[in-house]
């Protein structure tokens, strides 16, 4: 079985345009199995001008990628249902198990042509908007009390994402109140803090979804920005780190996006390899020439 590779929207729209793009089509054909997320595609879908752009896109994930691959469902879909797997069989439960691609049906009806419309890129593009505005008030609200306690001297600024996790991560901290608190959404039961460590442990995909969420607490909240390295990506691609346990490559064209997953990965010991559109581009080109 061929391992499994994820494009985010910025690498696919890199994608696109590339001279080399029949090349690279047969490259991933031979030696990978194409994962399309719903939120590249949703991206792709909001975008609003120029129309035929939007349609190109969409024609290079049908088209190009999908003979190699699959679409996967939304991030949130497949959390919901790894919790209420857990919860339905604690001692039995088996994240690997879930078959995270779309039905066919779905994945046919996403390149039909009203997929492509004006009237929901514009929708799409709204929703979008506000979704990432609201997750990005969520920390920037919180960020001048931080401040505040760091300038008092009534703690010191963690300097790295590890370093506040260590210290989220104590008994009755906060990462555990937040996995407690997505858990008991998802499912409407609550879990002892033994017990969400036990599934954090169990279940990388929400692990991953949790560490996003401390990254984005890092950046936004506690981050000295004058340091050089930033992690500040949107919802969507923090999110997108729930694949991540699913796939053996992500890439992606974006500096912060780049620099959050492999933070991520680094923290939650997870051997997905994330790499910038180039250096996948470069690794397999370099594959291909090996191989002759």
Not at 86 to 109: E, G, M, Y
Not at 206 to 220: D, P, T
């Amino acid at each position: 079985m061929n391992k499994r590779i994820i494009f985010d929207t910025s690498a696919l729209d890199k994608l696109a345009d590339d001279e080399d793009l029949k090349f690279i089509e047969a490259g991933l054909i031979s030696g990978f199995s194409v994962g399309i997320t719903m939120s590249s595609l949703e991206e792709i879908a909001a975008a609003t001008e120029p129309p035929a752009r939007r349609g190109m896109l969409l024609d290079v994930c049908n088209k190009r990628l999908l003979p190699a691959g699959t679409c996967l469902q939304p991030f949130n879909w497949i959390i919901e249902a790894l919790l209420n797997s857990h919860q339905r069989n604690q001692s039995r439960f088996d994240w690997v198990s879930l078959n995270i691609a779309l039905p066919t049906a779905a994945q046919r009806k996403i390149f039909q042509a009203d997929f492509c419309s004006d009237e929901l890129a514009a929708e799409q593009k709204t929703e979008g908007h506000k979704r990432e505005t609201d997750f990005a008030e969520v920390f920037d609200e919180a960020r001048p009390a931080f401040d505040k306690l760091f300038k008092e001297g009534k703690t010191d600024r963690p300097k790295s994402v590890q370093e506040l996790i260590t210290r989220l991560q104590g008994s009755g901290g906060a990462f555990w109140k937040w996995a407690q608190g997505l858990y008991k959404r998802g499912v409407g039961a609550e879990l002892d803090e033994q017990t969400i460590r036990q599934f954090v442990e169990r279940c990388p995909p929400f692990h991953a979804l949790i560490l996003a969420i401390c990254v984005a607490h890092y950046e936004r909240c506690i981050r000295d920005l004058r340091t050089s390295v930033s992690f500040r990506a949107g919802a969507v691609d923090l999110f997108s780190a729930v694949y991540l346990p699913y796939c053996a490559q992500f890439v992606t064209n974006d500096k912060r996006h780049l620099n959050a997953l492999r933070e991520i990965v680094t923290i939650g010991d997870f051997k997905t390899e994330i790499l910038s559109y180039r250096g996948f581009r470069e690794r397999l080109f370099v594959d291909s020439l090996a191989s002759r």
